[in-house]
């Protein structure tokens, strides 16, 4: 759009161009000339401010004041002079050549930029009437400060093969060789500094800033690039805002009332200097303390803001800047500057009458009257201050690299190349040269252009610090080269550096407190991803950094520590003999087994009594075997999973119970069938020993085939399972062998159960199967019980339900069928007589 822009205005002006000089402002004659064999055009923004009238569309419209000058830029335009003067004096570089100069003010405005370019383009002589200037056209133009000003310049020249070098224009648009083909810099592209800058935020761990930025194509391209490189970084901005030197003041007020409100301590101010003063006022007005300012080259070393006013507010500020430099005799050249050496030049005179406070024809009788005999040398001012030459030396280094392209293009050795000139240079041919710059200046700085007519980027990182005196100085803290390798490019010495506030603090700046190790972040829903709370890292995940992002999980061998901060070997668990529980069951279980050798002994002591006689003593002693067997067996349950004690412990448990069982089964079956046999008429005989024996020997072998094939198929493992702990325990191997022993068991129980169910009501004296009905009762409920405890005990508990539930129903089998006949035995011998046994049967068979 403002190449179409371009394209209009100059084909208004060759058709009206009294009319359209008027319009744009346009002076009759350069600010600072000077003719010569070649013409290098200059465009500062002498004056820092502009006023426009309103069009009332009834007049012609007047022309655009330019006030308040700008010392600073007028500094960078006799910079370019002085190079000029310095080259024509110069024996090996344009010898016999002369160079000319024209230079205007722009005043910082995009307007006045555009007329600056038609004037440097026009080259036709005025005929009648207010003209623009009829000139030379010139073959460079060295300018302007701004990115703006430079666009609207560069478009207008592009298409007449103009060259435009700026030694302060840093917007990446203008890389674009696409939109403009004939635009150079000295100074690096903001595309390198915005991507320091978000670099430079994330090395000081601030990740919570807020952003300002000139309203413009410097301030809004380069926080652009800023804001993309900052997401990269995981740097967030709590707020962006823009403004314009020539916004009203509430708009700045506002802006600054948001910087006031928030929460952030540091401020990235991607500002051009004019912007960077109304800021700075206004936030003085506000009093606005205790911020860290992070600053772009536009600003960071302006001498006019370090004042010792605007200390409060922006002591130490941070940010980069070019490389400083120094040229020799330029402040000679600089306090030799005299209005009467150009008296007619109304410029000179403005500049004497600023930097001295007085007035040549002085309209108040207060006013102090320049006599001319004052001395630029006695002042301390940011034209007089040459200690710190950074955009000066970039203007020094642009006349340099023109007048080298120059000195190329007349030295060439083949004048049939259309690129060569002897009498007519053309500004194309002064573009195709200066592509090929490759200079080093009598300061010691390399020039050369890239393929985009940039520099290479290099940046010092200043700090302003106050020294004794009160006086803000610019110190070197470190360096950032982009044509080193990522990792290589900063070096930075933060001991040397000192901050807003506590000025040997760094200031922390973020939306959350970091997460300590342990936890992670976790966003909060609608806040940026700076915004997070801490959560704990769950059981078996760890984060051993400040600030994790993800907690990781442990290998599979260890676990979270309490902190979880770090990984610990798992603790390896199971059912020892050494815990707590291990004793208390193996007690009971020895001890379940000492009775049952004790009740074994009491019955081999009093065989010969009527009760044993009349309970089976071979019974008694296989099923008393049985039961011992199965309180120990259940000591293969603790202590470390093997291969062999995991065979054992369900194979033994397995065949143990079934042959206790089977005893019991067959006790019942003797009862009822020894009670049948008594009854007057009966044909059923009593049972005999061979038919005992078998019973119990064929109850119990089906047993012994299932854990058989339980063994020889699928047999019971060690296995670890892994949790919070390494459980050891045994895999029973096959699922089906396992429940298979337990549903033999069940099924002999319930019918013993029954048998005894039903002969509940034989002769008290004699009656033997009460004691097995309530004992087969307590067998069963435990193993009923014990299903879902097995099932949902954890670890090493399943085990220790496994054991209680044999001890509980081995303990229930040997007091319910034992003690009753210990207790007759021991207590009531007159009870162990033929005679009682049989009374009551005697009684009801009569």
């Not at 308040?68 to 004096?89: C, D, H, K, V, W």
């Not at 700046?509 to 915004?531: D, L, N």
């Not at 009862?671 to 007057?680: D, G, N, R």
Request: proline share 5%.
């Amino acid at each position: 759009m403002l190449f179409c822009a371009a394209w209009l205005i100059f084909n208004i002006a060759l058709s009206d161009q009294k009319d359209l000089c008027q319009m744009l402002g346009s002076p009759e004659y350069p600010l600072l000339s000077k003719g010569g064999d070649v013409t290098i055009g200059g465009a500062f923004s002498i004056h820092s401010q502009i006023s426009v009238s309103a069009p009332s569309f009834k007049k012609d419209p007047e022309r655009p004041a330019c006030t308040s000058l700008n010392l600073r830029e007028f500094r960078f335009a006799q910079t370019m002079i002085f190079a000029i003067e310095e080259i024509n004096n110069s024996s090996s570089l344009l010898p016999n050549i002369s160079i000319g100069y024209k230079i205007y003010d722009s005043c910082g405005y995009t307007l006045s930029s555009m007329r600056t370019a038609m004037a440097l383009m026009n080259g036709e002589e005025g005929k009648e009437g207010k003209l623009c200037s009829g000139s030379p056209a010139v073959h460079a133009i060295i300018g302007e400060s701004e990115s703006s000003t430079t666009i609207a310049m560069a478009r207008i020249t592009g298409p007449f093969h103009i060259p435009v070098i700026s030694h302060f224009a840093t917007c990446a648009c203008l890389s674009n060789r696409n939109e403009f083909p004939t635009f150079f810099r000295t100074i690096p592209s903001d595309y390198y500094q915005s991507r320091a800058l978000a670099q430079l935020v994330k090395h000081f761990g601030w990740t919570w800033v807020g952003a300002v930025r000139s309203d413009n194509d410097y301030g809004n391209n380069g926080m652009a690039t800023f804001l993309e490189a900052a997401q990269y970084e995981g740097v967030c901005i709590e707020y962006s805002e823009a403004i314009s030197r020539t916004n009203p003041r509430e708009k700045i007020a506002r802006v600054v009332e948001i910087i006031k409100r928030s929460t952030s301590n540091v401020l990235v101010a991607f500002l051009a200097q004019g912007e960077m003063e109304v800021l700075l006022e206004e936030a003085l007005t506000q009093n606005v303390t205790g911020l860290q300012w992070v600053g772009s080259e536009s600003w960071i070393t302006a001498r006019q803001l370090a004042s010792q006013r605007a200390s409060t507010v922006i002591s130490s500020a941070i940010g980069f800047t070019i490389k400083k430099s120094k040229i020799p005799g330029l402040r000679n050249f600089l306090t030799n500057v005299h209005p009467s050496k150009s008296p007619s030049n109304a410029l000179l005179r403005e500049f004497w009458e600023v930097a001295f406070g007085c007035k040549f024809s002085p309209q108040l009788s207060n006013t102090k009257m320049c006599s001319g005999s004052e001395k630029l040398a006695e002042l301390n001012n940011q034209y007089t201050d040459v200690s710190e030459l950074r955009i000066s030396n970039n203007v020094y280094k642009a006349v340099y690299a023109v007048a080298h392209s120059l000195h190329n293009l007349l030295a060439c050795e083949t004048p049939e190349n259309h690129t060569c000139a002897r009498k007519d240079i053309e500004p194309g041919q002064v573009v195709h040269y200066l592509k090929g710059v490759n200079f080093t200046t009598g300061t010691g700085d390399h020039v050369y252009f890239n393929y985009n007519g940039d520099p290479t980027a290099q940046y010092e990182l200043v700090n302003w610090q106050q020294n004794d005196a009160g006086k803000t100085e610019f110190v070197t803290v470190g360096y950032y080269d982009a044509s080193l390798t990522s990792g290589q490019q900063f070096s930075i010495n933060p001991t040397k550096i000192l901050w807003a506030g506590d000025p040997f603090t760094k200031p922390r700046s973020v939306c959350s407190e970091s997460c300590p190790p342990g936890t992670r972040q976790a966003v909060i829903r609608g806040k940026p991803i700076c915004c997070f709370s801490c959560v704990p890292c769950a059981a078996g995940e760890i984060s051993n950094t400040t600030d994790a992002v993800d907690c990781t999980k442990c290998p599979l061998e260890y676990w979270s520590s309490e902190d979880r901060s770090h990984c610990v070997l798992k603790q390896v668990e199971f059912l020892s003999f050494g815990e707590t529980m291990g004793i208390v069951l193996t007690v009971f279980s020895v001890t379940g087994a000492c009775l049952t050798s004790g009740i074994g002994l009491i019955f081999f002591l009093f065989k010969k009594t009527p009760i044993v006689k009349a309970n089976n003593s071979e019974l008694s002693f296989l099923l008393l075997f049985s039961l011992k067997l199965c309180f120990l067996c259940s000591l293969t349950f603790i202590g470390r999973p093997s291969e062999w004690s995991c065979m054992l412990r369900h194979t033994a448990f397995g065949i143990t119970f079934a042959l206790c069982i089977s005893c019991i089964l067959a006790k019942t079956i003797v009862v009822v069938m020894a009670f049948k046999a008594t009854v007057p008429g009966s044909n059923v005989s009593q049972c005999t020993v061979p038919l005992q024996r078998f019973s119990v020997f064929g109850s119990t072998l089906p047993q012994v085939v299932i854990c058989t094939l339980w063994i020889a198929l699928a047999p019971p493992v060690p296995h670890s399972r892994f949790t919070e702990k390494i459980i050891l325990e045994c895999d029973v191997g096959s699922a089906v062998g396992f429940w298979a022993v337990l549903g033999y068991i069940g099924l002999l129980s319930i019918l013993c159960f029954v048998l005894a169910f039903l002969a509940r009501k034989l002769p008290d004296n004699f009656n033997e199967a009460k004691f097995i009905t309530f004992s087969m009762l307590i067998f069963c409920a435990v193993w009923i019980t014990f299903i879902p405890a097995y099932v949902s005990s954890p670890g090493k508990f399943t085990v220790a339900v496994e054991i209680f539930a044999i001890l509980a129903s081995s303990f229930g089998l040997l007091f319910c069928i034992f003690l009753p006949k210990c207790y007759i035995i021991l207590f009531r011998p007159e009870q162990n007589t033929r005679r009682h046994l049989m009374g009551k049967k005697d009684m009801k068979s009569q």
